[in-house]
């Protein structure tokens, strides 16, 4: 047996698949399983090891000298395999590259440009919320999460209106290439040419407006701080990750609304709640599951020993349900400190969009809790399965106006 062979037959043994429907419709029992079993499992099915408590998970998402993105943030080991695109030069990227292009990519939501984004995005937050009580029942998904992320964002960027459908389908892409090929990736990738066409064709110097964040990332071109095809590719990234993400999360607050009515009497009374109730709803029930980094030498983790140049999976959401970081974890509480979840991830890969998010979240939720008197189930929940992100495909609900 080699090193690498006998470090893997010391790891307790993932059996569980969390890439299925049956795992995807209940995580948290398998999750709490794999928390038990030890700090650090081997997948023989995926040849992965998985961390999922949380003071691992945030280990391996913060040592990036050790546990790297450059071999993609995937199943999928770059060192090994051709990825299905071309890296993103921040996601998928270790210091120094990843310095420069994140910093180019922070200068386009700080607090200044938050602040100056506001006053849309609360408008536009009103006009949602306006529209739900009109129809009294509606999707939680198509009606709701899905709307508002694929209009304030894209505007803010300065992308055209033409043709956005594809934004949601490149991000279920993105997503599902992160996780093993099966069903949904296959799914995922059906149109997956025209589709792509259309990103890459509009991160583009030329088909973005001269005033949004896009124009921001092309004058690092003009300051000599990137290359033209850079800021091409830090567009898609805005495009990747900031779309899918942002709407599941609206989704998966609302169900969290909809199904704990104590708590949407606390935001209904005190709709300032609304920045803690979108950060809650992360950890209690994040749209991101899980990230993968690769080893670039042998370590331990939790005692265990791992090989170099091992997969490992970091599993955010059964971090933000571990009992060994969070009192009553598997409660939501919108009043509850809730910093120090992994919804975001953390590290110098933590998500940079979160102010943007944030601003998305605050302004929706507190329009709803300022307009909406009752929020009920008005059908059973559908679940939209995808290998990363936790989210629905269907949420019937139906609202009363205050
Ligand atoms: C990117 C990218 C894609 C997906 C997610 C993400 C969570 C980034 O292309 O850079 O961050």
């Known amino acids: 047996m080699n090193a690498t062979v006998q470090a893997r037959a010391a790891a307790p043994v993932l059996h569980a698949d969390p890439f299925t429907r049956a795992f995807m419709d209940d995580p948290y029992p398998g999750f709490a399983a794999m928390r038990e079993a030890g700090p650090v499992l081997w997948s023989p099915q995926y040849e992965c090891y998985v961390v ?23 199943l999928s080991n770059f060192n090994k395999e051709k990825p299905w695109r071309p890296p993103s030069i921040v996601l998928e990227a270790d210091p120094p590259l990843h310095t420069r292009t994140r910093t180019v990519l922070a200068r386009t939501m700080t607090p200044g440009i938050v602040k100056q984004l506001r006053e849309r995005f609360e408008r536009e937050a009103e006009i949602l919320v306006d529209r739900i009580l009109d ?21 803010a960027l300065g ?13 279920s892409m993105v997503f599902n290439s992160f996780g093993p090929q099966n069903e949904f990736t296959q799914a995922a990738f059906a149109n997956a040419d025209a589709v792509r066409g259309w990103i890459m064709a509009n991160c ?24 033209e095809d850079e800021a091409g590719m830090l567009v898609r990234s805005f495009l990747s990750a900031g779309v899918d993400t942002t709407c599941n999360a609206f989704g998966n607050l609302l169900w969290c609304l909809a199904t704990h009515p104590d708590q949407w009497n606390k935001l209904r009374e005190k709709p300032e709640l609304a920045r803690n109730a979108f950060e809650e709803s992360l950890r209690y029930e994040g749209p991101a599951q899980c990230f993968f980094r690769t080893t670039t030498q042998e370590t331990e983790i939790g005692g265990v020993k791992v ?16 009992s060994r970081r969070w009192e009553r974890a598997d409660e939501f509480d919108i009043e509850r400190r809730v910093v120090g979840h992994m919804g975001f991830g953390t590290g110098i890969h933590g998500c940079v969009g979160q102010p943007i998010a944030r601003l998305e979240g605050e302004a929706v939720f507190a329009a709803f809790a300022r307009k909406v008197k009752t929020i009920e189930l008005a059908g059973p929940p559908k679940r939209l399965y995808n290998n990363v992100l936790r989210a629905f495909s269907s949420l019937p609900v139906r609202v009363t106006r205050a």
């Open 159 to 171: 992308l055209p209106q033409q043709g956005r459908e594809n934004l949601l389908p490149y991000g």
């Open 135 to 155: 129809l009294g029942e509606f999707d939680g998904v198509t009606d709701f999460g899905e709307l508002y992320p694929t209009k304030v964002f894209p505007d």
């Open 204 to 227: 583009t110097r030329q088909a973005l407006t001269k005033d949004g964040l896009g124009a921001i990332i092309y004058a690092a071109v003009d300051s000599g701080e990137l290359k």
């Open 307 to 322: 090989g170099a140049d091992e997969k490992v999976c970091a599993f955010m959401q059964s971090a933000n349900r571990d």
């Open 52 to 74: 999922a408590r949380h003071d691992d998970v945030q280990r391996v998402l913060s040592e990036w000298q050790t546990f790297s993105s450059a071999a993609g943030v995937g």
